[in-house]
């Protein structure tokens, strides 16, 4: 049974930062290509920030230079460090591993920046 578990969202004022991790589970995670998407009310899911097992990393633009995805192939869990968040930003964020045409989600965490 495959799961990711989210954690570390919550409200933030704006300019502060959070850290989200994804603990993985059921999966041979570091072959899996992690990713990081976000959906705010009314607007599609879009991705972003990914990495592929071996480090490799790309971002949305929207996020360049403030956020920072990471991954412990140890502990099967992938991170995304949120620096300087706008209001923007608010959304709930979800965790995607794929693999091929293998694809899994996670239940999503809500990041509010507000002040």
């Known amino acids: 049974q495959v799961q990711l578990v989210e954690s570390g969202g919550g409200l933030v004022q704006p300019g502060g930062s959070l850290r989200l991790s994804c603990a993985a589970s059921?999966?041979?995670?570091?072959?899996?290509?992690m990713n990081w998407y976000r959906q705010a009310p009314g607007q599609q899911r879009d991705l972003v920030a990914g990495?592929?097992?071996?480090?490799?990393?790309n971002y949305a633009d929207s996020v360049k230079g403030r956020f920072t995805i990471s991954r412990d192939n140890a502990k099967n869990t992938v991170f995304l460090q949120m620096n300087s968040l706008k209001p923007e930003d608010t959304a709930v964020y979800y965790c995607?591993?794929?693999?091929?045409?293998?694809?899994?989600w996670g239940q999503g965490t809500q990041v509010t920046v507000s002040s």
């Open positions: 995607n591993a794929r693999h091929n045409s293998l694809g899994y």
């Open positions: 990495i592929t097992g071996a480090g490799s990393t």
């Open positions: 059921g999966i041979a995670f570091s072959i899996y290509h």
